[in-house]
């Protein structure tokens, strides 16, 4: 388990593996505005020792990797789902299972469709994409969390109380929040990133192309995992994407908001992860 710098036309990615490389390897793409260590260290190492080389990284405009003036993110989607074979380029894996959180699932989503050869299944957890076709998500918590603004970026103990405040909104109504667990994850984020401010560059993204009206095309194997009271996307966004693609699993985490990785669901994720990739030959 060490970290390692990719670089590729003038783009660094940090990225972090777990688990022997001859080992089928899982790559885990982080959603909006947070870093790889989302997918947490006991996470990977337990995903690790069910047999499976694990792979986690920072997005660009998050963490460790390359960063650019607020506002102005010089990427599209398809660029960030280039990115994910430049880093299994990287570690000479020839094919993965990708698994997506949020807006992990719709990079995911792109590399099934530009990148089927690399792809062994795809996970989509949380997610949703720019589709006019699917169902309309209620934008209350989306605007609920945009008024929680940060003044002064400096300040380690505003960002980590803002950051606490949003993560409480995205909490299902059965689990109880872990307050001293999310303080420890977003001081670690404020500490290691290069320019934190720059995550919110991912709310200006765009360039998706025509792959995300195309789902329909995706033949990898595919998991769904939504949450029955997901209120970021919408349980009904993640029932259409499940129903569009042709062989694909939906399981749904019932009284779970969009914050899924936490408490008792950990464990959840890892057994409904592993049984669906051990199916695959």
Same mark, same amino acid.
């Given at each position: 388990?060490? @970290? ?11 990225? @972090? ?13 982080? *959603?909006?505005?947070?870093?790889? %260590?989302?997918?947490? #260290? @006991? ?17 660009? +405009? ?11 993110? #010089? ?6 789902? +280039? +990115? ?20 992990? *699932? ?15 299944? %795809? ?7 720019? +589709? ?8 209350? /918590? ?12 400096? !300040?380690? !103990?505003? /960002? ?8 409480? /909104? ?7 929040? !872990? ?7 977003? $001081?670690? #984020? ?26 329909? $095309? ?8 939504? *949450? ?14 499940? !129903? ?18 936490? *408490? ?16 695959? #030959?």
């Amino acid at each position: 388990m060490t @970290e390692k710098i990719i670089r590729f036309n003038d783009v660094h990615i940090c990225t @972090e593996s777990f688990g022997e490389i001859n080992n089928p390897t899982i790559l885990l793409i982080m *959603g909006a505005t947070a870093s790889m %260590i989302y997918w947490e #260290e @006991e996470f990977c190492k337990r995903l690790s020792n069910q047999g499976f080389h694990i792979i986690r990284y920072d997005n660009r +405009d998050v963490g460790k990797s390359i960063t650019y003036e607020y506002g102005h993110p #010089e990427y599209t989607f398809e660029d960030l789902a +280039d +990115d994910a074979i430049q880093v299994l380029d990287a570690y000479k894996v020839d094919k993965a299972h990708i698994v997506g959180m949020s807006m992990g *699932g719709i990079i995911t989503q792109i590399i099934a469709l530009k990148h089927p050869s690399r792809v062994l299944t %795809i996970s989509l957890i949380m997610t949703s994409n720019f +589709d006019s076709s699917l169902p309309k998500k209620d934008n209350k /918590v989306t605007k609920a969390l945009s008024e929680l603004k940060i003044r002064n970026w400096q !300040d380690k !103990d505003e /960002v980590v109380e803002c950051f606490i405040k949003k993560s409480k /909104v995205l909490i299902g109504s059965k689990h109880i929040f !872990d307050e001293e667990k999310i303080r420890r994850l977003n $001081e670690e #984020e404020f500490d290691r990133a290069i320019n934190l401010q720059s995550m919110e560059n991912h709310g200006f993204i765009k360039g998706w192309g025509s792959y995300l009206s195309r789902t329909n $095309e995706i033949n990898a194997p595919t998991l769904v995992i939504a *949450g029955g009271e997901d209120n970021l996307t919408s349980l009904d966004i993640q029932r259409k994407i499940s !129903d569009n693609i042709n062989d694909s699993e939906l399981i749904v985490l019932e009284k779970t908001k969009h914050n899924i990785l936490i *408490g008792r669901n950990i464990e959840k994720v890892l057994n409904i992860i592993n049984d669906f990739m051990s199916k695959i #030959e």
